[in-house]
């Protein structure tokens, strides 16, 4: 079969990218099938085409169409652009699929999400943000109305893009339920890989170290974790918050860290194992306003680093379920200072939970148990 999966870029070390390339990676190695990966945008001067170890047997296809380079224009002058590069995408992408016999063609949603289902092909979305993201991230940084009701029209749009399709894969059971309210009856829900599967995990060596994983932006909710921190820092001063990540956020965030008085905080940027990280760790803190999975607590129970998080929609409440950490209510600054002291002082049971959580990472979100699944649904 001849599959074609569309991502705007590879070069970035984000949660898509990666998982995307663990996942046809896979499929080049135990499978029959061609793989082609097609993006949209140019890769930076001096950036690698591919971040991630990509199989030498799956090819990837650049248009360069560039729609990220009018974000910054005027908004007359942006929808322009906009609509005049996604015909030019839509050409593009439908001969790509005649020329070249595409049996199916995997979306990650990208900007072909709007006519995916108009496509010479079948046709799956792969969605790794839960259905209310777009909402949620207008509203994480706009506070009037009108940005609101901005983002509950971006939704209502990628519900009507979805419908049509032959499946929809989500990564949670929350996030399926918000799209059969929707109305979509297409969703099945496929959790990501642990990216950590097949990996030699570094011996654990646990330090006074509570550790934060991911994108220094709004959604990871790194400003109401330093206000969380602060009061452990008073009581453990022997403890240090490390958060591993770059983004837009830095510079705002050293500002914080610099008002507050904090002595034991490290802004690490990133790393080129994870792993390393969290077998060095006493603890993972999940931050995040809203998640669509939350890859890096899955990573974090991978390696049996005690884990606490938000209950932000989705992912946390699935992952950390039945006493494998602990969760405490969405953006509660006293209750997430309140959870981490607790497990800092009652470690043998923090340790207990996180062998448990271990364990069913181990099976619920090991590389090949996902793909299987994965290989039935491409081959109906």
Known sequence: MNILYCIPHLYNSGGM?????????????????????LTTEATPAGRNETYFDLDERV???ATNICFDADYRNPLLSKWYGHMRKMRKYKGALTRYIRTHDIDLCIS?????????HTLPCRTIAELHFAMNQRRQLLEA???????????????WQLVRAVKPLERLVVLTEADKADWLKAGC??????????SLDGLQIPQINREKVVLAVGRLHEQKGYDLLL???QP?????????????????????LEAQIKEQGLKHVMLAGQTENVAKEYAAA???????RYEGFAMVLSEAMWCGTPCVSFDCPHGPAELLADERGWLVPNGDIAALTHQLEYVLSHYKEAEKRAQKAQTFAHTMYSEKNIMIVWQKMIEQ
Do not use: M
């Open 282 to 288: 006493s603890c993972l803190v999940l931050s995040s």
């Open 185 to 194: 009856t297409n969703v099945t829900v496929i959790p990501n890989p642990c």
């Open 17 to 37: 990218e990666r998982v995307l390339t663990q996942k046809v990676n896979w499929l080049a190695a135990n499978t029959n099938h061609h793989i082609t990966i």
């Open 59 to 61: 090819k990837v296809v």
């Open 108 to 116: 990650l949603c990208g900007k072909e999400i709007a006519f995916l």
């Open 141 to 155: 940084n706009h506070t009037s109305r009108f940005w609101s009701l901005l983002g509950s029209i971006r939704t």
């Open 227 to 229: 206000k969380a921190w």
């Open 232 to 252: 452990v820092e008073q009581h453990y001063p022997d403890w240090s918050l490390r958060i591993v990540g770059e983004g837009p956020k830095h510079a705002a």
